[in-house]
């Protein structure tokens, strides 16, 4: 099984709608969790953490629900400039080294 | 800010042909990476490293060397490039192994 498995879209939003997608990971022992975007032909870039209550960032909301392993990436009032992939990110132990595991990416194309 | 450099933007080299790929960071950062990042297959981890002069393998180490002299560089060594290895390779760095990583611009490979 994968680490970090999600579902790569692409998700064709209506401008203003609200998007929503999953990531679920393998690793039950996992303590952080991350959303970061990438933007066409760009580097990675931190959107948000993801607690363990939740957090909110404007129109981003992070949830995380650890006894089905997965967390969420909701998205409100969807504008142009929030078409990009979505990366999630999960801390992995991997042969003893404690590192991130990525996610391949949900794509998010908001159409006008 | 985080600053993260890559030496090159886009890069054509021959079959054959050394590599060298240079990474710095600004952040006092005790930890490095190289990942490669090709369509549908997401990132993969190349190396790491969590201190000077010490390295980890990644994923898919197979081709590729790293060197870690300096806190702030970490290079990525193609010793004989192959076609296989044309791909966007992206830099990061991170203060803990499972805290945020600042990812680098990206350096485009081109192997003819």
């Known amino acids: 099984r994968k680490e970090v498995e999600q579902d790569p879209g692409p998700f064709n939003v209506p401008e203003g709608a609200t998007v929503a997608f999953n990531c679920t990971y393998s690793?039950?022992?996992?303590?952080?969790f991350f959303w970061y975007r990438q933007d066409c032909r760009k580097e990675p870039k931190l959107l948000m953490s993801?607690?363990?209550s939740g957090n909110e960032d404007g129109r981003f909301t992070a949830q995380l629900n650890r006894a089905s392993q997965y967390i969420s990436l909701l998205i409100r009032d969807s504008k142009l400039s929030d078409s990009a992939t979505y990366l999630c990110?999960?801390?992995?132990?991997?042969?003893?080294?404690?590192?991130?595991?990525f996610g391949k990416g949900n794509q998010v194309v908001v159409i006008p | 800010d985080v600053k993260v450099t890559q030496s090159s933007r886009y890069l054509v080299k021959r079959t054959g042909e050394k590599v060298f790929l240079e990474c710095v960071q600004d952040?006092?950062?005790?930890?490095m990476f190289w990942y490669r990042q090709d369509p549908g297959l997401g990132l993969r981890l190349i190396y790491f490293?969590?201190?000077?002069?010490?390295?980890e393998k990644g994923d898919i180490p197979e081709g590729y060397s790293v060197s870690r002299e300096k806190k702030e560089r970490f290079s990525l060594i193609l010793e004989s490039a192959s076609t296989n290895q044309t791909s966007m390779y992206l830099c990061?760095?991170?203060?803990?192994?499972?805290?945020?990583?600042?990812f680098g611009p990206g350096t485009r490979l081109l192997v003819l």
């Open positions: 990061a760095s991170s203060f803990g192994p499972q805290e945020t990583q600042y």
């Open positions: 690793n039950s022992a996992s303590q952080s």
């Open positions: 993801v607690y363990s």
């Open positions: 990110v999960v801390t992995a132990v991997v042969e003893g080294n404690n590192r991130l595991a």
């Open positions: 952040m006092d950062h005790e930890n």
């Open positions: 490293s969590y201190d000077v002069k010490m390295k």
